[in-house]
């Protein structure tokens, strides 16, 4: 039997599958799913709202998100969309899903490594980032601010060759 509840669960699921599909405007391979930056989606009739929380405060990107959001479940029939931004907590690269630091390292850019979590204090777990081209842990960071804030630019001792990563925070 259909309960009313599940016919609501099953709106709920497209409008989330919906903007869950967004793409990340800086690193295109990554949704804003696989980001975690979509944190919640509530549908109400033909109204949705959706959280979003920005990964880095200042980071342009996310006005492009919201209105990518805003299109994307306007095209599908909904016709009102509110997108908010929620700023607490704070977004931290342990949200970025496996499936998205996968498609990170594909895309050459060096997934955050270690979890931002472990220890609360100042002292935090430091791990080698590897090369996203060849593998190799003998990597350097040359400047904190790589093409984007969100990213330190390092560069490979091995193959030579400069890769974004992606910061953890
Ligand atoms: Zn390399």
């Known amino acids: 039997m259909v309960t009313l509840r599940h016919a ?5 699921a497209d409008a989330w599958r919906i903007a869950a599909a967004v ?32 990964t880095y405060s200042g980071c342009p990107a996310m006005d492009a998100i919201r209105d990518d959001v805003i299109l994307a479940l306007t095209a ?47 002292i935090r777990l430091t791990l080698s980032v590897r090369c996203p081209r060849c593998g190799s842990l003998d990597t350097h960071e040359v400047s904190h601010f790589g093409s984007t804030s969100c990213k330190a630019l390092f560069e490979c001792r091995a193959c030579l060759e400069p890769f974004d990563h992606f910061k953890v925070h």
């Open 23 to 54: 793409p990340d405007p800086e690193v295109p391979v990554l949704t804003i799913e696989d980001l975690g930056v979509l944190r919640a989606v509530d549908v109400d009739g033909s109204r949705v709202r959706v959280d979003i929380t920005p």
């Open 8 to 12: 609501q669960e099953r709106i709920d």
């Open 76 to 122: 599908a029939g909904y016709d009102e969309v509110e997108v908010r931004l929620v700023l607490s907590p704070a977004w931290t690269t342990d949200w970025m899903t496996d499936a998205g630091r996968t498609k990170l390292e594909e895309y050459g850019i060096a997934p955050p490594s270690g979890r931002a979590a472990l220890g609360s204090g100042p």
